[in-house]
């Protein structure tokens, strides 16, 4: 009787531990490009955003920004998934209307000047699948350099006089792109 006793016992607490190993969750690493977000206003106690980019932020790593955003190719504005831009009121860009919703962003890289597009592709993994036809904006902005090297990919928002200018920065790189309130 003890031993059948301690037999079951032993039976249930091994069927007991399989269990839990059956139910553990596995968690990934961080990714190698996290993800971020971006918006204006940049504080994150405002919650009545008018403009926010979710994006991967690629590192240099001992490269060259246009090693990784190659010069006159479509590039996904980061990494991983295409860049998703949230428009929380009608916008402008470049005359263009950019309706109230969600889109991707792209860019074609280029050392002198960029060539920034809003479509309306959504869950885009990287700029493979991109369709121009589905464009809903376009313009071209020139390159800065900036002062200080960047080695993650950057997003930021500015106020200006019309609107909001959407920064991008990497490596010395500098972008900015005028959004204006429609």
Not at 17 to 40: C, G, I, R, T, V
Not at 43 to 61: A, C, F, G, H, T
Not at 113 to 131: A, C, K, P, R
Request: charged letters at 25%; glycine letters at 6%.
């Amino acid at each position: 009787m003890k031993t059948t006793r301690l037999i079951s016992s032993i039976a249930f607490a091994f069927a007991l531990l399989l269990s839990f190993n059956a139910e553990a969750q596995k968690f990934s690493d961080l990714d190698k490009s996290p993800m971020d977000a971006a918006s204006y206003p940049s504080s994150y106690k405002e919650s009545d955003k008018l403009i926010k980019i979710v994006y991967s932020r690629p590192q240099l790593k001992d490269r060259k920004v246009y090693d990784l955003a190659k010069p006159g190719k479509v590039w996904r504005l980061g990494a991983n998934e295409a860049a998703e831009l949230h428009v929380y009121a009608d916008m402008k860009l470049n005359g263009k209307d950019v309706k109230k919703g969600t889109y991707t962003i792209y860019a074609i890289p280029g050392e002198k000047e960029w060539t920034i597009i809003v479509n309306t592709d959504l869950n885009v993994w990287g700029s493979y699948f991109y369709n121009e036809e589905n464009d809903v904006a376009r313009i071209t902005v020139p390159t800065t350099e900036g002062e200080e090297s960047l080695e993650a990919f950057s997003i930021a928002f500015e106020e200006s006089d019309s609107g909001v200018d959407m920064h991008l920065g990497w490596g010395t790189v500098r972008v900015a792109v005028p959004f204006s309130k429609s």
